[in-house]
Each structure stands twice: as C-alpha cells, then as structure tokens.
C-alpha cells in the first residue's frame, strides 16, 4: 500500500469503481470494508441506496497489482437523485429511498425530443423539481426539432425562457448554430444530461465531443421499445475542465426529498406569489386568498406549469408509503 490520493469516479459497475487519477489514468478501485460495514449498521436509519456515486471526488490507495482501494468519500457541493423505484427497496418503515445519479455538477440538462419519443412537459416540471432542489443550474434541450410540424418547440422554448431558463433547441440532422451556444454553456463545467431513453442524449453529445463515440440507438431498432443503449451513468473528461455525464434513459422520475410544504420553492415563477397567500401554510391547492392560484387566473403563471404542480403534490402523498 502506498500514499493516499485524490481521484474521481468516473462510473461504477457493480462493486467496481473506475477513478480518474490526478495523472489523467482509469483505474479499477473497490471500496473499504469499512464502508460497506458502516451502511449495513446504519441501514434502518439510512435512506440512501448508495455510498458513493459518479462525479464523487474519492481519496484511494494503490494495491500491489495497480488497482485502487477508496478510502475516503470527499465532502459533495451537491448531488443529483430521484426516490428509488419501488423494485429497488424499501426502508423497513416502507419509504422508498434516495438513489443518487451523480455528485458535484454544474449544469443539468434536461433532454427532451419533440416525438420518438413525444415531447412531455410534465416530465420536464420533474426534473425542473429535481434540479433547483438540487442545487445545480437547470437547462432545457428539445431535440429532434427536424421532427417539429406544429412549432411545439417555439411554444415552449417561450414559456420556459419567460421563467428564465436556458432553453436549446436542436437536431442532429441540421447541426446548426445551437450546438456551439451549447457548447459555450458546457465550457469549464461538469454537464449532465438527463431524460427519456431515446430522445438523443448519446447523439448530442457525440456531435459536441465526436472523440467520445457514445453508442446510440440504430434507427431500426424502434421495434425494441424501452429499452435502454446507455446502461451505466457514464462520467468523461472532455477537455481541460469540462467533464460530461451520460446517463441510462428514464421512464418517470419522483424527485426525492420534496415534501408538500417546500415544492412551492422548486416551481421559481411561483416564489414571488407564495409569500402573498392568507394563510402561511398554504399548499397552493385550494386555500381561499391564494396568491398563486390568482396569478394563475391572471395569466401570470402558466396554468400548464401549474398543473404540473399540482400532479406533483398528489404524488408526494400517494408514495409516502405502499
Ligand atoms: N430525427 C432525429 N433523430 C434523432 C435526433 N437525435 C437523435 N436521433 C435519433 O434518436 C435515436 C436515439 O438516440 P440516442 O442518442 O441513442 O438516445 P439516448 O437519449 O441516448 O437514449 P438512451 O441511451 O436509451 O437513454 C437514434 O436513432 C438517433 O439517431 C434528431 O435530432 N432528429
Ligand atoms: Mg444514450
Ligand atoms: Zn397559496
């Protein structure tokens, strides 16, 4: 054993955990005992379903055969996550618990497509939730815009951009301009797409980065619906200081950690209204003297950004136990 040293996590495949060193190198690391005993002792009370994740910065040392051993987890800016689906586990009290994604990002990049599959709006309000409760600097990409016959890009392209958001829209097959304010976006920062399988998260990064040679969906493989071509949260550098993340395609995601009370904060065109209501405890669902539902009569909030809302509250309370 040698001298203790810093890396990152680069991806994880199964009990194995691929560290970028500070020399530029991959090496295979598993983790301390000591790690694995301590969540087992801690299992009850612990709600996470993971120790360490993709982007964690890891202190490691060095076995006789070149593979590594994690000694220490550093201290994360934040992490992305989603509640575990139910297959996944259950705390004994029957919660479902926290499976993080990814740790130490800048920018979160929700990636959607205008068809193949159809462009979703209340999925988006999800990660919206799941990135400013994150902490990590929310975007929106609508892809396959060659696929757009109604402008349904340009509709919401508008309304995200009147919240404030960076909105993208693109296609692999014009290849315009839009793809280098991306990449002026991604410069010196950690990015990590998220979204539904299949809607070209490999592709764009491809034509951003052509070195890193993501596979990508074959257009005959339509047939094989659901399925998934990236399996593993994947972390690359790409240059200097600007690192990627791909991710496995998504079905639907529950933001983790939201309660009815503090959702209100996650949805950013409402926080001017929230502290108007009558009562302080108002959820925003059907108080009299709400603020929030009157700005959306007045056209001040978006009634779909609303009803994205509301869908979500009612989730929080279906999945508190099952
Ligand atoms: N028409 C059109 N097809 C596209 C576009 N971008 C990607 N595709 C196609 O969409 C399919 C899926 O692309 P992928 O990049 O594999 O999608 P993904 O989001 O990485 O999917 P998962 O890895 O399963 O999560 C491929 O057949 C691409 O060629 C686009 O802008 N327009
Ligand atoms: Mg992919
Ligand atoms: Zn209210």
């Given at each position: 054993?040698?001298?203790?040293?810093?890396?990152?996590?680069?991806?994880?495949?199964?009990?194995?955990?691929?560290?970028?060193?500070?020399?530029?190198?991959?090496?295979?690391?598993?983790?301390?005992?000591?790690?694995?005993k301590e969540f087992e002792l801690k299992k009850d009370k612990?709600?996470?379903?993971?120790?360490?994740?993709?982007?964690?910065?890891?202190?490691y040392k060095i076995n006789d055969d070149g593979t590594g051993v994690i000694e220490k987890i550093l201290k994360r800016k934040n992490h992305i996550s989603r509640k575990a689906p139910k297959i996944k586990g259950a705390s004994y009290r029957?919660?479902?618990?926290?499976?993080?994604?990814?740790?130490n990002v800048d920018n979160f990049f929700i990636v959607t497509s205008i068809k193949k599959p159809q462009f979703n709006n209340r999925s988006v309000d999800r990660l919206f939730v799941i990135a400013e409760s994150s902490n990590v600097k929310?975007?929106?990409?609508?892809?396959?815009?060659d696929l757009d016959k109604n402008d349904i890009s340009k509709k919401y392209a508008e309304m995200y951009r009147s919240i404030g958001y960076g909105v993208f829209l693109t296609s692999i097959i014009y290849k315009d301009s839009?793809?280098?304010?991306?990449?002026?976006v991604m410069e010196s920062k950690v990015n990590m797409f998220w979204g539904h399988s299949g809607v070209g998260k490999s592709s764009i990064y491809n034509i951003l980065f052509p070195s890193l040679n993501f596979k990508v969906k074959e257009i005959s493989d339509y047939s094989g619906k659901g399925k998934h071509t990236t399996v593993t949260v994947r972390m690359e550098k790409v240059e200097k200081d600007t690192f990627i993340i791909?991710?496995?395609?998504?079905?639907?995601?529950?933001?983790?950690?939201?309660?009815?009370?503090n959702l209100s904060h996650y949805f950013i065109e409402f926080l001017p209204f929230v502290n108007e209501c009558k009562f302080n405890t108002c959820t925003h669902h059907h108080e009299p003297?709400?603020?929030?539902?009157?700005?959306?009569?007045?056209?001040?909030?978006?009634?779909?950004?609303?009803?994205?809302?509301?869908?979500?509250?009612d989730s929080i309370e279906d999945d508190l136990y099952f």
């Open positions: 054993m040698e001298k203790i040293i810093k890396g990152r996590i680069l991806r994880i495949e199964s009990k194995d955990y691929y560290v970028l060193t500070e020399k530029e190198n991959v090496i295979r690391c598993s983790l301390r005992g000591k790690f694995q612990l709600y996470t379903l993971d120790i360490a994740a993709v982007g964690d910065f890891v202190q029957g919660e479902r618990l926290e499976q993080i994604v990814s740790a929310p975007y929106l990409i609508i892809n396959k815009i839009s793809f280098d304010k991306l990449l002026s791909d991710t496995p395609g998504i079905r639907e995601v529950d933001p983790y950690g939201i309660t009815k009370e003297g709400c603020a929030v539902i009157k700005a959306v009569k007045n056209n001040k909030i978006d009634a779909e950004r609303y009803q994205s809302y509301l869908n979500i509250l």
